[in-house]
């Protein structure tokens, strides 16, 4: 174990995946010449040449799509889309071309390909650069997507869906990139579509994911030392293909369910888990669902105007009050 | 191209008769474009297509059985009937796929050439697309990074005069979708795309260029549409008789038969015995599409996924 940072982490996956496999290369705007705006990149040129670790014109349509056909001819792609935000450019390739490809071709085509999402709020870069879309990706099915909170997830998943034949969107959020943590040792996978229970807790089960976890962490500690509820908390890890049979095992024994993610509460990922649970095991529910998520507005600039709109610590500790009546 | 067209004139037929559903584009009089492009490509080397894809997948080698079961939704064509007529695909002889959207292929082409150029091989890509789709972003990003990377790709646009409903005129500002290569600083070729010999010629040399590591060419076919947008189309944008204006002096069937027979390449003997062989594979196609299952309704839940975690490696 060591304590590297989230880009780091992904850094080590990008270079221990690029030496396994010489199909696999990358490219985005910026990332040889600059390392990546978050030194998610850096120094990958210098070990793996430039041609396959390629700066891009500014075209996230021709990028996408360029991954795509490549995929299919034989390489696997990692596609940097320097902000979650920009994916909105190439959303034909994404959600017409991408998720489609396999199905609609009765299974002839094989599409590994990373798209690498930077996404959520962090320091004041405002509605055009701040958003996290996971919950669009929800709604279309043939994608995967993953979401790791910490670096030793970051690194794990982002070689698993490297070595997923699958195309896979990998969101990694701008405020963790800096964040340290224990980070395995060698070769390790994090598994997709498998949920993490980080806390075990007996009172009420809080599902987050991302960066939200770090709050949701110390919301479950609020809880124990102020209000004596002990939280279970779980790390989704991966939005599609989404774990609920972990979160039904954790609902059954607390009775209780929050669901905390920083984006857009109206249509994101928490109403599906709500109405999933809602659905298949309402009876073992004792208190209401209760979701938390950022208010219905872009993120603002203004340092204050942008603490009001996402959710912080407290919005998770009121829900659990809320969700124990 | 005989195939082509008798493909397409029995699926016309069956469109309306009822037993082909979804919405079907056909590719008739533009024949000679898929055949002079893909003449000039192996096996091996990639296409992608557009809405209208048949042409392009019959010329690439793809067999017609299966094309005209696709088109009838059953089990056994290309795409277990997932994808029908707008998203037919032979990733078996290189046909990535036609695309439902327009300017679609083009990038997907783009990157099956990077693949090429990163495993250092000699394959080429060729996208088709149409003068509607030349005014889409991805044509555009498209063309640019390709010519910047160098990557071995062609790109083929059939120029039939009609985006929909919409005369080229109306949409573009150039004349020739040839001159915009100029911007991007690549050849752009202009052949009539009636001629298969000119196509092929052309088309060669693309091609040719693109192994050489040279880069893409716009290569721009002059053709024209003869059927509507897609069958059923009430055509109430232009006239009957320039329709058959065009039919009469640039059926690119008409034209080939004229220079096969000028230049003695086959005599009526020959041309008798593949008009017989084509009628027969597209009679056999009917057969095989009409007698072939359709696929168990459970089978919409497969081929979403790669199922298990296996490495793709
Ligand atoms: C992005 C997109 N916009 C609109 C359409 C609807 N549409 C289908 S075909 C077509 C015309 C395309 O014209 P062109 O590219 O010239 O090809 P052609 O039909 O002439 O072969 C249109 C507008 C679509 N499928 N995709």
Redesign the interface.
């Known amino acids: 174990m060591r304590n590297i940072s989230f880009s780091d982490a992904t850094l080590e996956a990008m270079q221990e995946e690029m030496r396994r496999d010489e199909r696999v290369f990358i490219m985005g705007e910026d990332i040889a010449s600059q390392g990546g705006i978050f030194g998610q990149f850096k120094g990958l040129p210098k070990e793996f040449g430039l041609e396959r670790v390629r700066d891009t014109p500014i075209s996230e349509t021709a990028i996408v799509g360029a991954g795509i056909g490549a995929s299919l001819a034989g390489a696997v792609p990692v596609i940097d889309m320097h902000f979650a935000d920009f994916i909105g450019v190439a959303m034909d390739e994404v959600l017409n071309q991408m998720a489609k490809i396999r199905y609609m071709f009765g299974g002839q085509a094989t599409l590994p390909l990373v798209l690498r999402a930077p996404d959520g709020v962090t320091r004041s870069a405002a509605a055009q650069h701040s958003q996290s879309l996971e919950a669009w990706f929800l709604h279309i099915p043939g994608l995967k997507v993953v979401i790791p909170s910490n670096p030793a997830d970051a690194k794990g998943l982002l070689k698993a869906a490297i070595r997923d034949p699958n195309p896979v969107i990998y969101f990694e959020h701008k405020d963790l990139f800096r964040q340290k943590g224990p980070v395995p040792d060698g070769d390790y996978l994090t598994p997709i579509g498998k949920a993490a229970v980080v806390r075990q807790g007996d009172d009420v089960t809080i599902v987050s994911y991302s960066a939200m976890l770090g709050k949701v962490q110390k919301a479950a500690e609020i809880l124990a030392e102020q209000h004596q509820i002990n939280a279970e908390v779980i790390d989704l890890r991966t939005i599609v293909p989404m774990d609920l049979e972990t979160v039904y095992t954790s609902v059954k024994k607390t009775k209780r369910l929050v669901i905390a993610h920083e984006a857009v509460k109206i249509g994101g990922v928490g109403g599906e888990i709500a109405a999933a649970v809602s659905e298949n095991i309402l009876e073992y529910l004792d208190g209401p669902i209760v979701r938390v998520g950022a208010a219905f507005t872009p993120v603002p600039f203004s340092p204050p105007l942008e603490n009001r709109v996402i959710p912080q610590v407290e919005d998770v500790v009121n829900a659990v009050l809320t969700a124990r009546w | 191209m005989l195939l082509i067209r008798r493909f397409e004139e029995k699926v016309n037929e069956k469109f309306l008769a009822g037993d082909i559903p979804g919405f079907v584009h056909l590719y008739i009089g533009e024949e000679a474009t898929a055949v002079g492009v893909c003449s000039a490509l192996t096996r091996a080397d990639?296409i992608?297509s557009t809405h209208r894809g048949h042409g392009h997948t019959i010329a690439k080698g793809a067999d017609v059985k299966r094309c005209m079961a696709e088109l009838y939704g059953r089990k056994t064509?290309?795409?277990?009937?997932?994808?029908g007529s707008m998203?037919i695909?032979?990733?078996?002889v290189g046909m990535?796929?036609a695309?439902?959207?327009v300017g679609?292929g083009?990038?997907?082409?783009?990157?099956?050439?990077?693949?090429?150029?990163?495993?250092k091989a000699k394959?080429v890509?060729v996208c088709f697309f149409g003068d509607g789709a030349s005014n889409r972003?991805?044509f555009h990003?498209?063309l640019?990074?390709a010519a910047?990377w160098k990557l071995p790709v062609v790109f083929v646009c059939e120029n039939n005069q009609w985006a929909s409903t919409t005369p080229l005129h109306e949409a573009t500002a150039v004349t020739d979708i040839s001159q915009r290569a100029t911007s991007y600083a690549i050849p752009g070729v202009m052949v009539d795309g009636n001629d298969v010999f000119a196509v092929y010629e052309a088309a060669q040399q693309a091609v040719e260029r693109a192994r050489q590591g040279e880069g893409p060419t716009l290569l721009e076919c002059k053709t024209y549409r003869i059927k509507g947008h897609f069958v059923g189309d009430p055509e109430q944008y232009r006239t009957r008789e320039e329709v058959m204006a065009q039919m009469e002096e640039r059926d690119p069937i008409k034209k080939l038969l004229e220079r096969i027979l000028a230049d003695e390449l086959l005599t009526e003997e020959q041309l008798r015995e593949i008009e017989r062989k084509v009628e027969q594979d597209v009679a056999e196609a009917v057969r095989f599409a009409e007698e072939s299952p359709f696929p168990d309704p459970e089978e919409a839940f497969?081929?979403?996924?790669?199922e298990g975690?296996?490495?793709?490696?």
Do not use: P
């Open positions: 990639y992608t064509g290309y795409c277990k009937g997932k994808g998203h695909a032979d990733f078996g990535l796929g695309n439902g959207v679609g083009i990038n997907l082409a783009a990157g099956a050439a990077l693949a090429v150029q990163l495993r394959e890509a972003g991805t990003e498209g640019n990074m910047v497969e081929d979403l996924y790669v975690e296996a490495d793709h490696a």
